[in-house]
């Protein structure tokens, strides 16, 4: 009796390993008959990294006095130093531009952390604006402006926007790379059958990342970084070939 549940053991085990292989084969061919009628779907990619040529960079001056004569004075008085700081560190005065300055005013608060109606206060902000090609000296000054704060000076700072001016060459330079990538990566994935990548039946470009070289982030969007000097370019395809 127990011979006989052994064999019939070995039976159902048999026509199960027959029955999981054809159904194997038949999607493998189902499979690709599906992907010799539709073509091969393939992402490529390709990446650079570059170095900043350029640099804007702004310098906000703040004044606060009493009297709004007095405000606006003091900040006068301060835009001359400023710029002469600028033009001691190499900055070309074309290369300083000065923007409209804001006004506002002030008002007391009450002890309860009201508002009242009383001005306290005549505020003045100044942006100064700086251009240039020299980007790790605007990276310095940046940091080295600060010091002004020990005359006296309200300044704040803004991070530099550093840029790469080639960027529409680079941007068709990489696309190519990431057509051939795909098309290599499509080739890869069809050797296996015997077959190859024929006319491309469909081109999608997507969009580019520009983030710091370490920079895994990445958006449907696309990134744009202005505060790393070094940056790297990636572009991405998605091409549809025809299988041969």
Known sequence: MCIL???LKEYQLTILAIILSIGLIIAVAIGTKTISQKGIYMTGSAEEIVISDSAVWTITLNTKKSTIAES????????PIIKKY??????????????????????RRYPNGNISDDIAAYNYSQNIKI???????IQYLSTDIQK?????????SQSPEYQYSKLSELKVKLLEKASQDAKQRANSTLKVNGNKTGKILSVKTGVFQIT??????????????????????T??????????
């Open 131 to 137: 251009k240039s090609n020299d980007v790790k000296k």
């Open 72 to 79: 606006y004075k003091n900040l006068q008085n301060q835009i």
């Open 235 to 244: 572009a991405v395809v998605n091409v549809t070939y025809e299988i041969k």
């Open 86 to 107: 600028l033009l001691e560190n190499g900055i070309a005065e074309e290369n300083i531009t000065l923007e409209p300055a804001s006004y506002w005013t002030s008002y």
């Open 5 to 7: 549940c052994e064999k």
């Open 212 to 233: 710091a070289p370490e920079s895994t982030n990445v958006s449907d969007m696309g990134i744009i970084d202005a505060n790393s000097i070094e940056k790297k370019v």
């Open 148 to 156: 002004l704060s020990e005359q006296g000076f309200d300044i704040n």
